[in-house]
């Protein structure tokens, strides 16, 4: 450590340009794990906040809720444990608003998911025509008993409560009764929801027209979600290894530049092992130092970030990236260190 | 007494067609309080005979005995312990750690042997003796030529060594400075008690010597007592 800390403290602009690499590279992997579990969450959100454990959909749906219909005949009798969904894509539109694409789902308030929508504020829906809806048209303006046109339907929806958390395929979700989502859908009588969601692990659809599938299988197939995720993890995965390479590099090439130096510690009967521990110390304090300031840099972000931005900054899996970084770190200083123990004393003797 | 000696030393490198004798037979004894020289031209083997002296390499045949203890009956740890402890190094081109300040040239050797270094005023005195007592806080591109090899030659002195040996310290020297610091080698041995051994094709260095040998085609012979 005294050795690595004296030598990062001499060679400072050599220093300063490895941690401004490093600092670039955690703050690039900081914002896109932030990114993608930003965005992972406002599109399971509202799914994650019912606490369910499986979706029933129509086994022709394709595990699409949006187009699936199921009869009451299909659903049978549903326990406490169950309860129906209707879902539809709508356009809010208002005066003195900007329309904004959202998801309206349909609840029975006799059910408990209904009864799990969390209010940030005013009340729940009593009539077909009163809805709750996400923070997020707080944010754009909306208050309480506002009106809203839901695409062509000319009825006016009230806006009676607001909930936070409420997201689903990276849309706002606007709460209302299930006559209203008939209504949004143009149905002919027979279809009774879109999907059956279950608490109970065991449930199981008791028509063969629907299937039933766990909450991660439907949330895997959603629009879009997996291959979002996925590329997200395969671009975090490639800054990880550019960044074993860069630290890699640099070291390599710092610590061949300090062979001799470290030859002539040998000759005066330093130990190899000090030596390998000061390669491996200013890798991590590099390391350490460009973390330090990535986060720092992140921070800024975090509080300057508008909120309408889907970024999530989860401590423990930013740490854990972080974490991750540091391991890199280690790898990288130990290439260098075969180097290091072959070096040889007799070299700097004799001129 | 005898604090560094080579017994029957010989030292060859390589095999069969490439197989080359470097030293033959070479023994040799320094004792506490002498300026020892060995000279000869470049390639005669002087190089070999330090590198085996200081313990970086083993000979091929022969003893090496270093206050009292056999290097070659010592692991590689035990021997570096042994150099660190035994012996104090002058390199030729002084090789002073660029990134540590002088001070911190002394502080690495306390981090890395513990005890048995010289006290603060022992250190005083021996910066005092060399001149160098205020550039503490130099780095070594700050200092000059002959400031960077008494910095070295401090360094060396620094863990107290028995044996001091050093490597063509005045390869880059003009005469007045060739004095100079062969004076100072002289006094070192005589003055603070310790085995000199100093490696040259430098002549200059004769008058100082307490004793001269000569290194011709890997054959030592005393020249001088």
Redesign the interface.
């Known amino acids: 450590m ?2 690595a800390l ?2 990062i ?3 400072k602009l050599r220093s300063s340009l490895i941690i401004a690499m490093i600092v670039l590279i955690s703050y690039l992997i900081f914002i896109l794990t932030s990114l993608a579990l930003g965005l992972a969450r406002q599109n399971t959100a509202a799914l994650n906040s019912w606490g369910i454990d499986n979706v029933t959909l129509n086994a022709n749906a394709n595990v699409d809720m949006r187009q699936s219909l199921l009869t009451k005949a299909q659903a049978g009798t549903l326990s406490a444990d169950e309860a129906y969904i209707g879902q539809a894509s709508v356009v809010a539109k208002a005066k003195g608003h900007d329309n904004e694409s959202a998801v309206f789902i349909g609840l029975d308030a006799t059910q408990f998911v209904a009864k799990t929508v969390k209010l940030t504020s005013g009340h729940r829906p009593q009539t077909a025509h009163q809805v709750v809806a996400d923070t997020a048209f707080e944010q754009e303006g909306y208050k309480l008993g506002d009106k809203v046109k839901l695409n062509a339907d000319k009825t006016a929806y009230t806006i009676v409560g607001f909930t936070d958390n409420a997201k689903m395929n990276i849309a706002p979700v606007i709460y209302g009764k299930l006559a209203a989502w008939r209504t949004l859908k143009n149905l002919m009588p027979g279809p009774i929801a879109s999907a059956v969601v279950s608490k109970d692990a065991d449930y199981k659809a008791s028509s063969d027209a629907l299937t039933t599938y766990k909450l991660k299988t439907f949330i895997n197939k959603l629009p879009g979600y997996s291959a979002q995720n996925m590329t997200f993890e395969l671009m975090i995965g490639f800054l990880m290894v550019i960044s074993l390479i860069v630290i890699a590099v640099f070291l390599y090439i710092l610590t061949m530049q300090k062979l ?2 470290y030859a ?2 040998r ?5 190899s092992g ?1 030596l390998v521990r000061a390669t491996l110390a200013q890798s991590v304090l590099l390391v350490g130092a460009g973390l330090v300031l990535g986060t720092l840099l992140t921070v800024v972000t975090a509080v300057a970030m508008p909120a309408s931005v889907p970024m999530a900054f989860d401590v423990p899996i930013l740490a854990g990236a972080a974490g991750l970084l540091v391991v890199m770190a280690l790898l990288g200083g130990l290439i260098p260190v075969r180097a290091v123990l072959r070096v040889d ?2 070299s ?4 | 007494m005898a604090v560094l000696s080579l017994e029957h030393v010989d030292q060859i490198f390589g095999q069969g067609s490439a197989r080359v004798q470097v030293l033959h037979d070479v023994s040799f004894a320094a004792e506490a309080g002498t300026l020892s020289l060995i000279v000869g031209p470049s390639g005669s083997g ?2 070999t005979f ?2 085996i002296a ?1 313990g ?2 083993t000979p091929t045949k022969g003893a090496v005995v270093v206050a009292g203890n056999s290097y070659q009956a010592r692991s590689p ?1 035990a021997r ?6 035994s ?1 104090g ?1 002058v ?3 002084y ?1 002073l ?4 300040t002088v001070e ?1 040239q002394f ?3 306390d ?3 513990k005890s048995g270094n010289l006290s603060h005023t022992e250190l005083t005195d021996l910066l005092d003796q060399l001149g160098i007592a205020n550039l503490l806080k130099k ?1 070594p591109a700050e200092l000059s030529g002959g400031q960077k090899q008494r910095v070295a030659i401090a360094r ?1 002195l620094y863990p107290d060594p028995a044996i001091l040996l050093a ?2 310290p005045t ?1 880059a020297l003009d005469g007045p400075r060739v004095q100079v610091v062969g004076k100072l080698l002289a006094d070192l041995a005589h003055t603070r008690q310790k085995a000199v051994v100093v490696v040259t094709h430098d002549a200059r260095l004769i008058p100082f010597a307490d004793a001269v040998f000569e290194m011709t085609d890997g054959r030592l012979s005393r020249v001088q007592q």
């Open positions: 005294f050795l004296k030598e403290r001499k060679e001799p130096n002539v510690m000759v005066q009967g330093v130990p000090v004393p007799v700097v003797i004799g001129g | 002087k190089s330090l590198t200081g970086l390499l740890k570096e312990q042994l150099r660190l402890g012996i190094f390199l030729q081109a090789h750690l660029p990134y540590l911190d502080a690495l050797v981090r890395i042997k780095y060396a490597d063509e390869a």
